[in-house]
């Protein structure tokens, strides 16, 4: 095992990227929403309702929304019926989430701090995990990876929405400048905080392309996997069921 993991370009200690990743979150938490519609021409909620489409929530189910932050996914499966657990890492994420649940009058979600390398749900306990652009922060995702399987009952699935690298030539460079040289702008304009989202882009990079997080979650033990590219990759549904 590598004594070192990315945080954007850089090579630093599991422990530091932990650290690093979480005060990245905590200084973003508030203006999170706003940056991801000033980013993605408000595209990323197509991407989201999409998502939420493939994993098909039903009632009765419980399904952990992961990395779930302000709640954009979780209150999607909740309008569906799902009984839905928001974790994460975060507090100052889950805290707006949490801002966000008491404005919409929901009240019957679940708030729970986790670290999604060592959950401290009990085995076989969901019927289904989602994660939205956030298992690229995780500091071990392989581990992220086992923990999802683990927590999930027999017949459960997997559903992951991600960055990654789109394949279509021409939209790849534009949109590799864009990134790059305006999102921190952005990041700068809108959240006062250009190096945060400078980091956010760099993570996107380092991310592994389709087919390789298609064969870490086989490893994992999933079965069935699919990858479904959105924009050529730029963003990616990946799926699998544990049988």
Known sequence: M???VSFGYEEVTPAEKTERVGAVFSAVAKKYDVMNDAMSAGMHRLW???????????????????????????FRMAAMGATITVSDINQDMLDVGIERAIDKGLDDLVWSRQNAEVLSFPDRFFDGYTIAFGIRNVTRIDAALTEAYRVLKHGGRFYCLEFSTTEWPGFKEAYDYYSHNLVPRIGEAIAGDGDSYRYLIESIRRFPPMPEFEAMIRTAGFVNTRVEPILGGLVAIHSGWKI
Request: hydrophobic share 30%; charged share 35%; no cysteine.
């Open 2 to 4: 590598s004594d070192t």
């Open 48 to 74: 989201k309702d999409k998502f939420v489409r493939r994993l098909k929530p039903q009632p009765g189910e419980q399904i952990l929304d992961m990395a779930g932050g302000t709640g954009d996914i979780a």
